[in-house]
């Protein structure tokens, strides 16, 4: 309980003060007390700067499709499809056509790694690919109203419904195939199964990294602080994850760093120093080995994207965007 506790006042504290800040790192926004939510927008809107939260995010536009840039890849969600990614991969809404309706349902990382999906899907999204259904037409908007209803009741067995039917609903789109809408560089690293005895400590260790990710990382800080062998924490993480542990807190950083060099004219120095990273040198090293490209390329390729270019807005200008609650978007256009 304890623990709990700790965990819900750490997590409070950075709640309060980060939301619309491009300070805070996808690695802090990790919580095991975030709930399920659904959303049901009338209609959704377009963004005029990047954001990123902690869970993993289902949308399903239903009469239109929609345009995301995720990190400065344009892609395009399918009207009726439902589509899953990681939301700490910085993203924005540029486009939302003729679309009425959006369900976007945010699916705490804890919870989607408990569920007994198939591990290559799970691998997908801890990679930082986005997931596609094949198939249209899996769920529909009364029934995304009725879950956005019913988690608001007070009878947990209402709200039990709710997270049974999402799970189905991903498990449908399991059974059914999807394709990849944006592809990683991060290679899994098995098939392994994990248990709830996993699941527990790699929770932890994700929860002692989003309180600790400014400083400088260690796998035997991480191992120590939830009292594990290192090469014990290493292989529960790894086997959860599909990825090692600095694996993970290396591409959380550069997604950041992503984000800093498109909405943002800090310098390069501050934005290593943001993200993370404890020397230019490591930052410049890094987003080459991950990226293909230098920080500075990269600048230049992502200010000069269409869909940005396309509703007029200058990145570095718009003050609402950065780490968010996820709750909606934060901006209406």
Not at 9 to 30: M, N
Not at 137 to 157: G, H, I, N, T, Y
Not at 177 to 182: D, E, S, T, Y
Not at 207 to 213: E, L, R
Request: charged content about 20%; hydrophobic content about 40%.
């Amino acid at each position: 309980m304890k623990k709990t506790m700790l965990q819900t006042a750490r997590f409070k504290a950075v709640e309060g003060d980060t939301f619309g800040s491009e300070s805070i790192s996808p690695l802090a926004l990790y919580s095991d007390n975030q709930p399920l939510r659904v959303n049901l927008q009338y209609p959704p809107a377009a963004m005029p700067g990047y954001h990123w939260h902690g869970h993993m995010e289902i949308n399903i536009p239903f009469d239109d499709d929609v345009d995301y840039i995720f990190n400065g890849h344009n892609v395009t969600i399918k009207a009726n499809h439902i589509t899953l990614f990681w939301a700490s991969v910085p993203h924005r809404v540029v486009d939302c056509r003729q679309c009425k309706a959006m369900a976007v349902l945010d699916v705490p990382v804890h919870l989607f790694l408990s569920w007994p999906l198939p591990q290559d899907l799970i691998n997908h999204i801890t990679h930082g690919m986005i997931i596609q259904s094949l198939n249209p037409d899996l769920v529909s908007q009364f029934e995304v109203a009725r879950w956005e209803k019913e988690l608001k009741m007070p009878a947990l067995s209402r709200q039990q419904l709710v997270y049974d039917e999402i799970e189905l609903m991903i498990k449908r789109i399991a059974l059914d195939g999807w394709q990849l809408l944006l592809e990683k560089v991060y290679e899994p690293n098995g098939q392994q199964k994990s248990s709830k005895h996993t699941q527990h400590y790699v929770s932890l260790m994700l929860d002692h990294i989003a309180s600790h990710y400014s400083k400088s990382l260690t796998v035997n800080d991480v191992a120590s602080a939830v009292g594990l062998n290192t090469n014990y924490a290493m292989g529960l993480f790894q086997s959860v994850m599909q990825l090692t542990i600095k694996q993970y807190i290396t591409m959380m950083r550069i997604n950041h760093t992503k984000a800093l060099l498109s909405d943002t004219d800090k310098t390069m120095l501050d934005i290593s120093l943001t993200a993370g990273f404890n020397s230019i040198s490591r930052f410049y090293d890094n987003f080459q080995k991950y990226t293909g490209f230098s920080p500075t390329h990269y600048r230049k390729m992502i200010r000069s994207n269409d869909k940005w270019l396309a509703q007029g807005f200058n990145p570095t200008e718009q003050p609402k965007k950065g780490a968010s609650n996820g709750e909606a978007l934060i901006a209406r256009v």
